[in-house]
């Protein structure tokens, strides 16, 4: 039987689920880098880094492509890069809702002393 699709996001989310991966997203819409240009921007151990790299890569998400010694990383598609972009734009209006809450909240608090 196959999985239920809302069964498949969930999955699909619980492997975007981890800041080393999300960040090597972030780094991958401005184009493909090799894995040192990862390194560098990341700063952590090189078997973490791989480790999260061959998460996105078995999901299908990033591709891997080897130049001499040198493994370059990129999104498999533009649908990605339009998802992050969609995941900044929730954040922004949650934070932005929370700023409101909490600029309400100040002026309550003033009101009443």
């Known amino acids: 039987m196959a999985v239920p699709l809302y069964e498949a996001k969930a999955e699909f989310f619980r492997m975007l689920g981890h800041p080393v991966r999300i960040r ?6 401005e184009g493909p880098m090799p894995v040192r240009d990862l390194l ?3 700063e952590i ?6 480790q999260q790299l061959a998460v996105l890569r078995r999901s299908g998400i990033v591709t891997a492509e080897r130049d ?7 999104l498999a598609g533009g649908d990605v890069a ?3 972009r969609a995941a900044r734009r929730i954040l922004t ?5 929370q700023n ?5 909240l100040r002026d309550a608090e003033s009101a009443a002393s």
């Not at 209006?93 to 809702?97: D, I, Q, S």
């Open 40 to 42: 560098a921007a990341i």
């Open 68 to 74: 001499g010694s040198t493994v370059v990383y990129r």
């Open 82 to 84: 339009d998802l992050m």
């Open 45 to 50: 151990e090189p078997s973490s880094l791989s």
């Open 100 to 104: 409101e809450l909490l600029a309400e």
């Open 24 to 29: 090597v997203l972030e780094l991958l819409q």
């Open 93 to 97: 209006e949650m934070l932005a809702g």
